[in-house]
């Protein structure tokens, strides 16, 4: 009975034990919880953020997109459907980047933009650029080029 | 011989423990080292290099081990990143992971590492060789943690100083922003010296405003002109009134006399269609549709008074003299049916008639003068017997290096960075500290974010001169001569530019104009001048321009802006040159930008009249190297052979040559709202 009455005691005290642990650790838990802050914002990255990935675009895609605008979207159109506010006076017209297989190669889009659809046997009317825009401008207009054709349409 | 010593037994245990130790040290310092982060580093990369090359290649490649740095004694740099990123300048690594590929797009050939380092550009720490210490994140650890590629453009502006750095737009529109914000009216900026910003002349302004309006534009400018200049100043009900009173007393100048102009004989159908014939649009919007370089008049009907904006579209210069505005040639009828026209059309609501001037009270005033003066009006508007109020504004100079810990930020859960302070403050100047003096610019989050971000490149550490790049502006061209008096009538250089000096509105520059446009053509343009380029709306003016005076200006044009590298060009052109141009506009699909008797492209101007238009020197110096006359410009540089461009000048000067002289098309009829 003795033993018993110890070994009872003994339960009983891991019994305790464990829940003043549990008890300890729940209360560790909500003191941690509290002590982990969020991480700081950073208001000024947020803005640029907000601008630049509005379209899920990285930074190389983003500066193409300038670029797309200054001097392919009068044919291509902003999103490079093909519908530019000059794509009715082409023949052929300019191809929806979206749908066209051929975009999804990216060194014969940066042919195209540097030498002009001419160089890969198509019609002269995408213009040569190589000449007139830095290499590293044709690098983020083949970005962006790549960035509109993997759109879901 | 002398006994041999023995340590006493004490040292000897000494002995052992220090022996212990330094075995246990010595351990330490090995095995940390022989597993330093860049070694397993080195490692990967030498089996990545074996899946990416082939075995000629790895014969070639030169092998890789052990710490490498850059050491750059100039900018007192020392970057060790090339240790860990060992495929940088290697394309054979362009779709490697981190930290091996491949640095993107051409950087490092405009670049190159031997000079620049790698932290010039990005920032972090880079004496450390493993990821934690080179503080590729964000740290608390250190000062300079590396820069996401958002804000890198800062850093380019520390060695680019001109106004349009390359191949950094945030940067650029950054730095615009300042010019266009008039940020150095109160603050000393590097870079911006000697640049003054100021607004209109307000020493007759009683006589110009109605008074009801004045109250509304200082309580909230944008309410009235949604992109104005003028900032919000966060007045008090009794500073606005305040000033009201000063501004209402100021009345120096009394309008032109228009006691003889019949209203009441007013066509305002008539007016409307000058409106559209001036291309008024050009230089104003209305509801968000034209120009800015002049304010928008969606409203102007609410703001100004009739006598008012009579005199001053009759004279402009008269009241403002530092206006862009030209001074048209408009009988005093048409400016009659302008006023009324613009008055009716463009208010809220019915503005009522004129209030008489409200009787001055001397108190009111002196507390707007006071006003005036202690919120720094006069830094923007100088006005006779009010001492400039300078500077008002902390100097900006070196405020990257301010301590980031020193700073408030008005809200917590901020990081602490420069960039941060400044966009806060930016974005809202009297959050952070109270009272502040600085108006609210209402930017746009972005706005801020590339002010800041062109401000954050201004660092007080001194760059050595090969590093840095500057563009001195222009000296102030001012014309002179018999077309001196004229293009201050017409305002030409509000628009256009001589040697970098002037607009940039318009996209023909007066340096060569001589060489570029037949004279003939420039005086009939000036007299009637129609769109060169359909789509683009900002178009030259109808000035009602005398014949004589567009004679003297051609004449001036032809014999002065002249440039002998495209006046010696030889022009007696070979039939089959000709012929073989034609054959080249077809080759190289010209007709996708340019029209030719009205079939093809709205991009480029209308070719059909070319050799009416222009010298063929100039076509021949056009073709063949587009940008470097125009930068940026859409006509892209085709690499034309000396006989492609022949033919093609051949062809193109023959065109429009036989045909009789009409404009190229219509000038801008009334705009369509």
């Known amino acids: 009975m003795k033993n018993t009455h110890g070994f009872g005691g003994f339960v009983g005290f891991v019994r305790f034990g464990g829940f003043g642990g549990f008890v300890g650790f729940v209360v560790l838990a909500a003191g941690c919880h509290r002590a982990v802050a969020p991480p700081p914002s950073d208001p000024m990255l947020d803005a640029i953020r907000a601008e630049e990935r509005t379209a899920g675009l990285s930074y190389a895609e983003g500066q193409g997109r300038q670029l797309f605008g200054q001097y392919c979207s009068t044919c291509h159109g902003d999103e490079g459907k093909g519908d530019g506010q000059n794509a009715s006076n082409l023949n052929p017209a300019p191809p929806d980047f979206t749908t066209s297989k051929t975009m999804k190669d990216a060194a014969y889009v940066r042919r195209v933009i540097a030498e002009g659809s001419a160089a890969v046997g198509r019609s002269p009317l995408s213009p040569p650029w190589g000449k007139s825009l830095r290499a590293q401008e044709i690098e983020y207009l083949v970005a962006y080029c790549h960035a509109l054709a993997s759109k879901k349409s | ?673």
């Not at chain 2, 309008?255 to 159908?269: C, E, F, H, Q």
């Not at chain 2, 301010?402 to 420069?418: M, N, S």
């Not at chain 2, 492209?601 to 587009?626: C, E, F, M, N, Q």
């Open chain 2, 1 to 673: 011989m002398r006994e041999p010593q023995i340590a006493p037994p004490k040292l000897n245990v000494t002995f052992a423990v220090l022996g212990i130790a330094f075995l246990a040290i010595f351990s330490w310092v090995f095995f940390h080292e022989e597993g330093a982060e860049w070694r397993s580093a080195q490692s990967r990369f030498r089996q990545i290099e074996v899946r990416v090359k082939n075995p000629h290649q790895l014969a070639q490649a030169a092998e890789v081990g052990g710490l490498r740095q850059i050491w750059l004694p100039e900018l007192n740099r020392v970057d060790r990143c090339t240790t860990c990123h060992l495929g940088i300048d290697d394309p054979a690594f362009v779709n490697a992971p981190a930290p091996f590929t491949t640095h993107p797009g051409t950087w490092l050939t405009t670049h190159p590492p031997e000079r620049f380092g790698c932290t010039t550009c990005h920032d972090g720490q880079g004496e450390a060789t493993d990821v934690e210490h080179a503080a590729h994140r964000p740290t608390e650890l250190f000062d300079r943690p590396m820069r996401p590629l958002e804000t890198i453009e800062a850093n380019c502006g520390t060695c680019h100083r001109s106004l349009d750095p390359p191949e950094a737009p945030r940067l650029a529109e950054g730095r615009r922003l300042i010019v266009a914000s008039g940020c150095v009216s109160c603050h000393d900026i590097p870079g911006f010296e000697g640049m003054t910003f100021s607004g209109p002349a307000l020493d007759s302004i009683g006589n110009k405003i109605r008074p009801a309006w004045l109250g509304g534009w200082l309580h909230d400018p944008k309410s009235y002109l949604p992109n104005s200049k003028m900032a919000d100043f966060r007045l008090t009900p009794n500073e606005i009134a305040s000033l009201q009173a000063f501004l209402l007393s100021l009345r120096a100048q009394l309008p032109l006399d228009s006691t003889g102009v019949r209203w009441n004989r007013a066509n305002t159908d008539a007016g409307r269609a000058l409106f559209g014939e001036l291309r008024c649009v050009t230089c104003h919007a209305i509801e968000g549709r034209g120009g800015t370089m002049g304010p928008e008049l969606t409203r102007i009907g609410d703001k100004v008074k009739r006598d008012w904006l009579f005199s001053f579209l009759k004279d402009p210069h008269r009241a403002q003299p530092a206006t862009a505005m030209l001074q048209y040639r408009l009988t005093d009828d048409q400016l009659r049916d302008l006023t009324a026209f613009l008055l009716e059309e463009y208010r809220t609501g019915d503005a009522g008639p004129e209030p008489p001037p409200a009787p001055a009270d001397p108190l009111a005033i002196a507390a707007g003068r006071e006003t005036f003066i202690r919120r720094g009006c006069a830094s923007c508007h100088h006005l006779a017997g009010i001492p400039d109020s300078g500077h008002l504004g902390p100097s900006l100079a070196g405020v990257a290096d301010r301590d980031p810990e020193q700073l408030t930020y008005g809200a917590p859960g901020v990081r602490r960075t420069i960039e941060n302070y400044l966009f806060l403050k930016l974005e809202k100047p009297d959050a952070l500290v109270q009272p502040s003096l600085m108006p609210t610019f209402h930017f746009t989050p972005i706005q801020a974010a590339d002010i800041a971000l062109a401000l954050t490149g201004l660092r007080k550490t001194e760059l050595p001169a090969s590093y840095v790049i500057t563009h001195d502006p222009p000296p102030a061209y001012t014309p002179a001569g018999p077309f001196g008096e004229l293009a201050t009538r017409y305002r030409c250089m509000s628009c256009h530019s001589v040697n970098g000096s002037g607009g940039t509105l318009s996209t023909v520059p007066f340096d060569r104009i001589g060489s570029q446009l037949q004279r003939d053509y420039i005086a009939t343009y000036l007299m009637n001048p129609g769109a060169v380029r359909v789509s683009v709306e900002a178009r030259m003016p109808v000035f009602h321009m005398l014949k004589d005076e567009a004679q003297t200006i051609a004449t001036y044009f032809d014999s002065v802006f002249r440039d002998a590298a495209i006046d010696t060009y030889d022009t007696q052109f070979s039939p089959a040159d000709e012929r073989r141009g034609g054959e080249l506009y077809a080759q190289f699909g010209c007709a996708g930008c340019h029209q030719l008797n009205t079939k093809g492209g709205y991009v480029g101007p209308d070719l059909t009249d070319t050799g009416r238009r222009l010298k063929p020197g100039w076509i021949a110096a056009w073709l063949a190297s587009p940008e470097k006359y125009k930068p940026g410009t859409l006509q892209p540089d085709y690499g034309l052979s000396a006989a492609d461009v022949r033919a093609l000048t051949a062809y193109l000067s023959g065109l429009g040559r036989a045909t009789r002289t009409t404009p190229v098309t219509k000038p801008g009829g009334p705009v369509s709202r």
